[in-house]
């Protein structure tokens, strides 16, 4: 199929398909005039790719899982190489901060927002 069909078979915008192309994730084939060429196997790989991408993952840590996927797609997380877990028990860790920061930057904006008060219309009474 073409970058079109794939585009919405997998829910990616041909955009982000140029993009997974660019970055070595999926190597679609190509027809005589250059067109690519996406089997229903990629069209798999970028919704594994995508969904990767949407739990956080950066792409460097998928182009290192990818591969282990494709060998081994039922119960693989069991088997990764410990590096690569701990590669992602760290990042998990990370995002666990930044999670608790963000939390306690929204509590103090609504703490703020609830003892605000709007300024004083210009010729308004008290």
């Known amino acids: 199929m073409r970058i079109g069909e794939a585009s919405r078979a997998s829910g990616v915008s041909v955009r982000s398909l140029r993009f997974y192309e660019d970055e070595g ?32 993952l950066p792409v460097r840590l998928i182009k290192e899982v990818l591969p282990f996927l494709a060998e ?15 590669e992602v028990r760290d990042y998990h860790g990370r995002l666990t901060e930044r ?8 509590a103090a904006l609504e703490s ?15």
């Not at 081994?72 to 701990?86: K, N, R, S, V, Y």
């Open 25 to 56: 994730l999926i190597v679609p084939g190509r027809h005589d005039n250059g067109y690519r060429d996406y089997c229903a196997v990629t069209v798999e790989r970028v919704r594994v790719i995508r969904s990767l991408l949407e739990s956080g």
């Open 99 to 106: 999670i608790a920061a963000l939390t306690a930057q929204r």
């Open 112 to 126: 703020f927002l609830g003892t605000a008060r709007p300024p004083a219309a210009a010729g308004a009474r008290p």
């Open 72 to 86: 081994h797609p039922i119960g693989g997380a069991a088997a990764l190489c410990g590096e690569f877990l701990d």
